[in-house]
């Protein structure tokens, strides 16, 4: 049974993970189990390189490897903002409410009611003999001024994927399935999957 680290303290996403990973040899374990650790420095400008970044640190403190995702929102309007910056795209600790305003904001700024728009999550796992595999996820929609439903986390009220219909209103099984971290998870999955089968085979 592999150990790994996830490297989060948000507890929807270590639900979505130890579901993911459910039938695969491995235990999941919080960040919290560790105790108090530094923050990791994410200075990436993308995604992948944030992801890369987390694991790696996380794998180096906790001598444990370690699963991390770095995850956000792209406007086509926008540039592809909020993008890495998504978590914290009204400042540094801001709230959800906080960044969707800036959002929108943004938005009527440039003179538009609407964007298309793409959700991406990027995950990367670092072994501790330095082995790494990373997995993507995409999932495309149209930001809105109107916010719709009560569900997700996030931009996830503005997030329209179909003419009527956000990602908020979604339940957690409909928005797994279409979800990027839904997708990069199930990468991820297959990829473990063979990763830890040869491990084994060359253990035997």
């Known amino acids: 049974m592999k150990t790994i680290v996830i490297a989060t303290k948000n507890k929807g996403k270590i639900r979505e993970m130890t ?12 960040l919290s189990d560790f105790g108090e650790l530094p923050d990791a420095v994410e ?4 995604f992948e390189d944030n992801a890369k970044i987390k694991a790696r640190f996380y794998m180096e403190e906790t001598k444990t ?28 600790h801001a709230s959800d409410e906080a960044n969707n305003e800036k959002l929108l904001a943004e938005i009527v700024r440039k003179g538009l009611d609407s964007s ?28 809105r001024p109107k916010a719709k439903g009560s569900g997700g986390f996030g931009y996830d009220p503005y997030f329209y994927i179909e003419e009527n219909k956000t990602m908020a209103e979604l339940t957690l099984a409909e928005k797994d399935a279409i979800s ?5 998870l199930r990468e991820m999955a297959t990829q473990l999957s063979a990763y830890l089968a ?6 035997s």
């Open 180 to 184: 990027h971290r839904g997708k990069a």
């Open 198 to 203: 040869q491990k084994s085979e060359r253990h």
């Open 19 to 30: 579901q993911a990973f459910e039938g695969l040899p491995v235990k999941l374990v919080p």
């Open 65 to 92: 490897a370690c699963l991390a995702d770095d995850s956000g929102l792209e406007v086509e309007a926008l540039g592809g903002a909020p993008g890495v910056h998504s978590a914290r795209f009204a400042g540094g």
């Open 43 to 46: 200075d990436g400008t993308t």
């Open 116 to 143: 298309p728009a793409a959700y991406r999550c990027v995950l990367a796992f670092v072994d501790t003999n330095g082995a790494a595999l990373t997995a993507e996820g995409s999932c495309k929609g149209v930001i």
